[in-house]
């Protein structure tokens, strides 16, 4: 048998972080089983229903890397065939036609709420003639449920989950305008794409007891059920944007990388011992749903972070760079261009070393962009004292003289600050101020041979007078 998953949401909005988790579950276990993954957008509620939201959701996994193994479906597109189903099992016996108007089942629900139960439909069309139908209504069709015993459902992640079939009431199918029900649809759709594993968030149980219901009266054989627990707030509670980001590709826009934000999401609920940094090969050789947690996770954005400052070290350098400069282009009043890119790119290894998000490393390597004369912070303004500005005239002599390597540079800083009885760091404070318009930055020799000689000449020139 050939594993089949997929990730089935609801373009209504952004996809919101619990659903990257359960696409990736479905992704790690289908690539984990030499199976497939899929992706379904389940898009019939087209009131709430976005194309902008679809977009979103497949820029996601693809920011991500969540490769789907076929074309997307749209569910909106099987309509008809969901109400085919609906009619098969209504000539089958299975399902009946019913009157009820929304009046009368509002006025119902209204009386048990009054009355503090549980309202469900009693099944009064269930077994009456069609003859007795009342002029004028147009039925929905209902799935005539099981009424004894029990539905048990052997669940991977839950365990065994049982409930009463005398809970389940006949839940509607096909609406009365001729359009299909979710809990039906979902059935119909995961027949037809051969879905032998459905992996999603527990808030879904409910409804598997009742889509069970479908599978049973069509005779189609059961999926594997995997409900995984929902991601809490550090606090416990339902996430929401007090906790921070909440959707994919705000993370992306925070700086996030998608390796570290999987490695994260992947270790929420799911753990192999001690282990913390799982690249992507080694999360599909260990990933099984089996192994994931019943209780709901907390999301910990500080030690996100942490763990994407990790990633941001061990990532490749040209691919910091391409991210860095695209994020530099839409900042003001700098000038991105190729002389940028070599700057960029020569100091990446010791501006990633600080980091911890994209957006901190590209706010690191703005000054490599900007043009004299430089914006000065605080701190920096106050560095540059007159004392300092005579002194930045002589080491700017000092280094014109230098091959403007690395090594060069350091040796003409240390023979200078020697010759002039100064420790290193009096001399490179103000520099630092004068290249850079801030107090920190990396090495203060990699940061000059990265700007190059012209453009590191210009900047301590232009601090000095």
Request: charged share 25%.
């Amino acid at each position: 048998m050939t594993v089949r998953t997929r990730f089935a949401p609801s373009p209504t909005g952004p996809l919101h972080i619990g659903g990257v988790r359960t696409a990736l579950f479905n992704y790690l276990y289908s690539r984990h089983c030499g199976g497939v993954f899929l992706l379904r957008i389940e898009d019939t509620d087209r009131e709430r229903s976005t194309d902008e939201a679809t977009k979103g959701i497949i820029d996601s996994l693809d920011w991500l890397d969540l490769h789907r193994d076929e074309p997307t479906v749209f569910q909106s597109r099987r309509l008809d065939r969901h109400a085919e189903i609906a009619r098969q099992l209504l000539a089958e016996g299975k399902a009946y036609n019913c009157y009820c108007t929304p009046a009368e089942l509002a006025a119902e629900r209204a009386k048990a709420t009054e009355e503090k139960r549980v309202w469900r439909y009693d099944g009064r069309w269930r077994d009456r003639d069609p003859s007795e139908a009342p002029a004028g209504i147009t039925p929905v069709i209902r799935l005539k449920s099981d009424r004894d015993g029990e539905t048990v459902l052997e669940d991977l992640v839950q365990g065994t989950v049982r409930v009463a079939n005398a809970e389940l009431d006949d839940m509607i199918i096909l609406r009365s305008d001729g359009s299909p029900m979710y809990n039906h649809s979902v059935v119909v759709d995961d027949h037809d794409m051969a879905i032998t594993h459905v992996i999603r968030g527990d808030d879904h149980l409910t409804n598997t007891f009742r889509q069970i219901q479908v599978y049973r009266a069509m005779g189609w054989e059961l999926p594997r059920f995997a409900h995984i627990p929902l991601i809490h707030g550090e606090d416990g509670k339902k996430l929401s944007k007090r906790h921070g980001a909440q959707f994919a590709l705000e993370f992306k826009e925070q700086g996030f990388l998608p390796d570290a934000l999987c490695n994260y999401l992947m270790r929420l609920g799911w753990s192999h011992g001690d282990l913390e940094i799982v690249g992507r090969e080694e999360a599909i050789r260990l990933f099984d749903i089996i192994d994931v947690n019943r209780g709901a996770a907390r999301m910990d954005y500080n030690k996100l972070t942490n763990l994407n400052g990790v990633y941001l070290r061990q990532a490749d350098d040209d691919r910091l760079t391409h991210e860095v400069l695209a994020k530099l282009a839409h900042q003001p009043n700098l000038s991105v261009g190729a002389h940028t890119a070599v700057r960029v790119r020569s100091l990446m290894p010791a501006l990633k070393e600080r980091a911890k998000t994209l957006v901190d490393l590209a706010n690191s390597a703005a000054f490599l962009a900007r043009v004299v004369p430089l914006p000065m912070e605080p701190k920096a303004a106050a560095a540059l004292t007159a004392e300092a500005r005579l002194m930045l005239r002589e080491v700017g002599t000092a280094l014109a003289a230098t091959d403007f390597s690395v090594a060069g540079i350091d040796a003409a800083l240390r023979d200078f600050a020697e010759h002039n009885g100064l420790k290193l760091g009096q001399v490179a404070q103000p520099l630092r101020a004068a290249l850079t318009g801030s107090t920190v930055s990396p090495g203060i020799d990699a940061t000059l041979a990265a700007l190059g000689r012209d453009e590191a000449l210009a900047r301590i020139v232009a601090a000095s007078v």
